[in-house]
């Protein structure tokens, strides 16, 4: 996470599908920097890799909880933003980025498999984020980082779905940032280059290596290369940030 120094004292943070990956190491970069987290997982088959992260950040010192919900359950939704701020008093950032991904030709992916995609990155951040608003409208103040991908600008064969999936929420965030206007809330994404997480776990080893060629860098992103965006995003220095996109990628892809 280098030596980026970010002040989040007093700050309560969301962040979705955070009890793996990039989710996981963004929540304990917050909470390092001094926010209350909350680490949100989909449902029983994850509680246990969401309480490893929450212990992870109190045993370094840090405050969080884990917290259930499905981001594509609108009741589910709307009942743990309730919780947070009934326990905490006020949220100050929202991180969606909870999402899935699997690779199909498009000929090949089902419309069942399709809409799981959308509804995981696109549904879910939209439901989040309406989730938030009125708190973050009503304070006058708030941080929404969304996490999209570089493949929303390049595509990918065989991701058609997730890239479609990215692709909308660049545009939702824009769109959101018009809507905000003046408030002093502000909505940006991250578009993470290929990244060493979980999601690759079953990409074939020669798919990999094609990626990291094209790579200037020469390596895929280790997810400590892709957390200071989101610090950046969160913090003070990045107010006048609206509807952008930074992505650490390594050079693959220059937006």
């Known amino acids: 996470m280098g030596d980026l120094i970010v002040d989040l004292a007093g700050k ?3 962040v979705t599908g955070a009890s793996s990956g990039i989710g996981a190491t963004v929540a304990a970069a917050l909470a390092a920097a001094g926010a209350t987290v909350f680490v949100n997982y989909r ?31 609108e009741s589910q939704v709307d009942g743990m933003f309730k919780q947070v701020i009934e326990q905490c008093g006020h949220l100050d950032i929202l991180v969606n980025n909870a999402g899935i991904a699997h690779s199909a030709p498009i000929e090949s992916i089902s419309l069942e498999q399709f809409q799981q995609v959308l509804n995981v990155h696109l549904v879910g951040t939209f439901l989040c984020t309406r989730a938030v608003l ?13 996490t999209a991908s570089q493949l929303a600008y390049i595509g990918a064969p065989g991701f058609a779905h997730y890239t479609a999936a990215k692709g909308g929420i660049l545009s939702f965030t824009r769109s959101l940032t018009l809507e905000i206007g003046d408030r002093q809330v502000t909505a940006n994404c991250v578009a993470p280059g290929a990244t060493m997480t979980p999601m690759l776990a079953d990409v074939p080893e020669e798919v990999i290596s094609a990626i990291r060629a094209k790579i200037p860098a020469g390596r895929l992103a280790e997810v400590d290369d892709i957390v200071g965006a989101y610090l950046f995003l969160a913090s003070d220095a990045a107010a006048h940030f609206r509807g952008q996109c930074l992505s650490p990628n390594g050079g693959d892809a220059f937006l």
């Open 134 to 146: 009125p708190h973050f409208y009503a304070r006058n103040s708030g941080r929404i980082i969304n």
């Open 12 to 14: 309560v943070a969301v």
């Open 43 to 73: 449902g029983e088959a994850d509680r246990e890799a969401a309480l490893s992260v929450v212990n992870a950040v109190e045993h370094a010192g840090g405050s969080a909880h884990a917290i259930a919900a499905d981001v594509t359950n």
